[in-house]
């Protein structure tokens, strides 16, 4: 291992910063690899996740992990998965990681087919905003996506989580060709109408579900919903991820656009994934990655779990490569958590 200096005698240039100049601010933390839906874009029937219980990380090591992004800048913390409801006592994990000053934002992806049993306590414990995600508004085209019938307990979940008091709740739909794209305009109005921000995804090639997942460049999507509902780009920040968000000029309802594919945004990429297992992945759309669980287990000490972090750090590419082909992505969504 190179020698670094700890985050402390390093005071600000702690900070973290790859090699193509880019700080990082936001860590994705997968609590599962498992899920109780089979998103047809994302995890194939028949597969429940690889990873077995004891190689998951405790929450006591993903404290320490959080904790050590924390020290060096990284502010923003999401829980994702696999469907991270599905990890027991979930909010008990965030109340450690909310008691560390520097981690001021902690988020959460889920499908929110449990969410309306665990709504308070994870908000109680510091979960201050979710992102849920929601396809279609038609239960058979649901139960089509998701493998399962979905949609009744999800509608649950959105009202447990306003009720919760999760401000802002954003709903993620990935955009596919022939399955929902007709149902977007639907789907706006049912978001300005409930207080929820919409948010359009273009489909990734990842795993053999990804590469059959009819993307759809959102580009033309935007152009017509602009002209809907009166659209105008909007300069503030609504949260720490790559959308690009739209707002209707009478105030009432945000629509966010996520364009891996048609215009990607790895210039300005912040973040890195931790995975159940403890594997550090630098790139959704690369194979890049760092073992910090058998280093976790052998005891290493803060200092050297920061260096340990920064030397993955060097590893982050540039991009990813999703639409050159040169090399596909085995791994399936579900394992780094989106
Ligand atoms: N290519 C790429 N896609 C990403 C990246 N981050 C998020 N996405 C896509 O955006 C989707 C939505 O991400 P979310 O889990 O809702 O989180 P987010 O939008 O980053 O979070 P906030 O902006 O903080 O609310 C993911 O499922 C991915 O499809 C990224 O770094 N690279
Ligand atoms: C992997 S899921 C994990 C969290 C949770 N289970 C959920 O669905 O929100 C996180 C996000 O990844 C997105 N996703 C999954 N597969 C994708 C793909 N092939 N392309 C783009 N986004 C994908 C989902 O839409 C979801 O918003
Ligand atoms: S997108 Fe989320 S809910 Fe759907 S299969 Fe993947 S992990 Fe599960
Ligand atoms: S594809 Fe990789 S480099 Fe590009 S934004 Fe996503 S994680 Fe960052």
Request: hydrophobic share 35%; glycine share 10%.
């Amino acid at each position: 291992m190179k020698k670094f200096l700890s985050s402390a005698e390093q005071g600000q240039d702690a900070q973290l910063i790859d090699r193509f100049g880019r700080q990082l601010n936001y860590l994705r933390v997968s609590v599962t690899d498992k899920c109780d839906l089979r998103c047809s874009y994302c995890m194939p029937k028949g597969f429940n996740g690889f990873e077995e219980p004891e190689n998951w990380l405790s929450f006591a090591e993903i404290e320490r992990v959080v904790a050590a992004f924390g020290r060096m800048g990284v502010g923003r913390v999401r829980l994702t998965g696999g469907e991270p409801l599905l990890r027991r006592n979930l909010p008990q994990l965030v109340q450690s990681l909310a008691s560390h000053p520097e981690i001021r934002d902690i988020s959460l992806s889920t499908n929110a087919t449990q969410l309306h049993k665990h709504a308070d306590a994870l908000y109680q414990a510091g979960v201050s905003r979710i992102n849920v995600s929601l396809d279609s508004l038609d239960k058979a085209c649901m139960e089509n996506i998701t493998g399962r019938d979905s949609f009744a307990s999800i509608m649950a979940g959105l009202q447990a989580g306003k009720r919760a008091g999760f401000k802002p709740i954003k709903l993620n739909m990935v955009v596919m060709g022939g399955v929902n794209e007709h149902e977007v305009k639907r789907m706006a109005e049912f978001c300005f109408n409930e207080g929820f921000i919409l948010r359009l995804i273009e489909a990734m090639p990842m795993g053999s579900t990804g590469q059959n997942s009819q993307y759809r460049d959102i580009g033309p999507i935007r152009d017509e919903l602009v002209k809907q509902f009166d659209l105008v780009p909007v300069a503030e920040e609504l949260g720490g991820g790559p959308a690009r968000y739209w707002s209707s000029r009478d105030g009432q309802g945000t629509i966010g656009f996520i364009s891996p594919i048609s215009q990607h945004f790895c210039a300005t990429c912040n973040r890195v994934r931790l995975a159940v297992d403890g594997t550090l992945y630098m790139c959704l759309g690369q194979d890049e990655k760092f073992e910090l669980r058998p280093l976790l287990r052998a005891g290493i000490s803060d200092q050297e779990l920061e260096q340990a972090i920064r030397e993955a750090i060097e590893l982050k590419p540039e991009r990813h490569e999703f639409t050159t082909q040169k090399h596909k992505i085995i791994r399936f969504m579900s394992q780094t958590g989106g």
